[in-house]
């Protein structure tokens, strides 16, 4: 199995920045994808970014030019770099790997945009 520690949420005004770390430990080689996804209260949870093994991204259309998502060389730490944040990002942000075996989920971080 894999887990998944995320840290870098917080408060934030809008406009501003913040950098979520997604570090994974364990059967690390099973993982083909990783991913951060967001989640409100009393909405489902949807995708922000994802990027592969190889390295291909992909956006939500709701962040694309504001998020980027990258990961070491090592593939065991994943980053989400947000950038021009709003008060519309204000989620919990969970990371996921996906795995050859069940996949898994990070405990979650809060980021909240406000003035």
């Known amino acids: 199995q894999v887990q998944l520690v995320e840290s870098g949420g917080g408060l934030v005004q809008p406009g501003g920045s913040l950098r979520l770390s997604c570090a994974a430990s364990?059967?690390?080689?099973?993982?083909?994808?990783m991913g951060w996804y967001r989640q409100v209260p009393g909405k489902q949870r949807e995708l922000v970014a994802t990027?592969?093994?190889?390295?291909?991204?992909n956006y939500a259309d709701s962040v694309k030019g504001r998020f980027s998502i990258s990961g070491d060389n090592t593939r065991t730490t994943v980053y989400l770099q947000m950038n021009n944040l709003k008060p519309e990002d204000t989620a919990v942000y969970y990371c996921?790997?996906?795995?050859?075996?069940?996949?898994?989920w990070g405990q979650g971080t809060q980021v909240t945009v406000s003035s």
């Open positions: 364990g059967s690390i080689v099973s993982i083909t994808a």
């Open positions: 996921k790997a996906v795995c050859l075996g069940p996949d898994s």
């Open positions: 990027i592969s093994r190889g390295g291909t991204t």
